[in-house]
């Protein structure tokens, strides 16, 4: 009889742009098919038994899971180097004994007209794009600027076109990190300004 051999959890940190969030970055998948979940309390945290450990920590201020990282923001009464190690070995030992990671994704807002299949919406979190410039704009951020937030430990989501105003929200590092609006402006809304001559502006939904 073959002896099926466990793969060992391995979790590393990086730092992200924001000094108050920090990325814990796991060799397996957390959450599957590209959905994201934050949490911002411990009240939200219902449908995840680890987000509800991790704010049984009294440093953990949020929790941003997607894909196979979780984003960890801070108190600031606390420096990253006393904590760190902490978090990490928490992580790894809490996946490597297989105790549950989300059992429910937090329910987001389903757009009325909605020409997607309920549950890709969930999934793609975008607002269902009605035009071909809306449709555009998802494409653009699904293909050039997602990756790149997610890198840097966050996530990016369509909301809302209009007279050229184009509206995301963002989670994870990138909200209320002091250089997002720099990223916001130099790079997301630069590069849609260049691609669709019908955005004139880029701007944040606060959360």
């Known amino acids: 009889m073959d002896t099926i051999v466990k793969k060992p ?8 742009p924001n000094p108050a969030s920090m990325k814990f970055v796991a060799n397996r998948i957390l959450v599957e ?20 450990k991790l704010f049984e920590l009294p440093f953990v201020k949020a929790v941003f899971m997607t894909a196979n990282f979780i984003t960890i923001t801070k108190i ?12 990490r ?4 030992v809490y996946i490597s004994e297989g105790n549950p990671i989300i059992n429910e994704l937090p329910t987001t807002e389903m757009p009325v007209d909605n020409t997607f ?9 975008h607002k269902t794009p009605t035009t071909e410039i ?18 840097d430990g ?19 590092s990138c ?10 402006k130099a790079g997301i809304e630069a590069l849609l300004k260049k691609m669709i001559p019908d955005v004139k502006e880029v701007v944040a939904e606060a959360m």
């Open 9 to 16: 959890t391995i979790i590393y940190a990086e730092s992200t």
């Open 154 to 172: 966050g996530s990016i989501t369509f909301k809302n076109f209009n007279e050229g105003v184009v509206t995301v929200q963002l989670r994870g």
């Open 117 to 125: 299949d309920k549950k890709e919406e969930v999934f793609m979190e």
């Open 134 to 151: 809306e449709v555009k704009i998802v494409e653009i951020l699904e293909q050039y600027i997602r990756p790149a937030v997610e890198g």
């Open 89 to 92: 070995d928490f992580i790894r």
């Open 33 to 52: 098919n590209g959905a994201t979940a934050q949490y911002l309390s411990r009240a939200e945290t219902k449908g995840s038994p680890l987000a509800a």
């Open 76 to 87: 600031d009464a606390l420096q990253w180097e006393e904590i760190t190690l902490e978090l």
């Open 175 to 184: 909200s209320g990190c002091p250089s997002s609006t720099i990223t916001l």
